[in-house]
């Protein structure tokens, strides 16, 4: 800025504060202001500045160099608010600078007409958006313990009812119970292999697949131990005969 361009913005000052320019004032904002052309965004940054109310309305405002450089930077930066870069192909990192800040140089000069909207975003929400948002809307339980079966933990053998006790989902599998002592099973230390199978994605067997192979090995164990204890008949028969033979 020139001596002669600060005096015709002094001269746009006194119109708000009364001030009386002069020629050394002039030679200072020049100096401060010597990277600022007086072009309509520096007479926009001094009409901004009168047109705002001082936070103390007893404030007299009083405009200061430095206050023309920060508006007028602002009134700039908001005509950059939807730049949208337009490149161009094959261009080199050189040719992308040089083309990128001659399009904000002229979107923030107001020699290209300004982006009517930033363009939406496509696409669903992130995932974490989708899970913060899983909860919302869910009755809130009255106590922690109505809250156990439907807590926060969704992975691992809790995560799925057992199919072996019933427990349900974030429960503990139960031990056997229905005695007079304890007529509700207690909480067992380890899951059921049959919920860890499950939760693993392996097949569950039937329950009365589970039972007749429960009945199988039973009857097969009934089996081993009479063919035990006719052996041991037959040893003990043969051990009399030859203490008994003449």
């Not at 919302?136 to 926060?152: A, C, N, Q, T």
Request: hydrophobic share 35%; with cysteine; charged share 30%.
């Amino acid at each position: 800025m020139k001596p002669s361009e600060a005096s015709d913005l002094l001269t746009r000052c006194a119109a708000f504060d009364n001030r009386q320019p002069s020629a050394t004032a002039a030679m200072a904002w020049a100096s401060a202001l010597a990277d600022i052309p007086l072009d309509a965004d520096t007479f926009a940054a001094v009409d901004r500045y009168y047109g705002t109310p001082p936070k103390d309305p007893g404030q007299r405002l009083w405009i200061q160099p430095h206050d023309v450089r920060r508006i007028r930077k602002t009134i700039r930066s908001e005509r950059l608010e939807n730049f949208i870069y337009e490149p161009v192909a094959d261009e080199s990192p050189r040719e992308y600078l040089a083309r990128l800040r001659g399009q904000q140089n002229a979107l923030a000069s107001g020699r290209v007409p300004q982006p009517p909207a930033r363009l939406a975003l496509t696409g669903g929400p992130h995932l974490t958006v989708v899970q913060a948002l899983d909860g919302v809307g869910r009755p809130v339980p009255d106590s922690d313990e109505d809250d156990l079966g439907d807590s926060v933990r969704r992975t691992g053998p809790l995560g799925i009812p057992c199919p072996k006790c019933g427990a349900e989902m974030g429960r503990p599998c139960k031990l056997p119970g229905g005695t007079d002592k304890q007529p509700i099973g207690r909480p067992r230390p380890k899951p059921h292999p049959a919920r860890v199978a499950a939760a693993a994605g392996q097949p569950v067997a039937d329950p009365a697949e589970r039972a007749r192979e429960e009945e199988r090995r039973r009857e097969a164990s009934r089996l081993a131990l009479a063919r035990i204890a006719a052996e041991e008949e037959i040893h003990d028969a043969e051990i009399v005969n030859e203490d008994g033979a003449p």
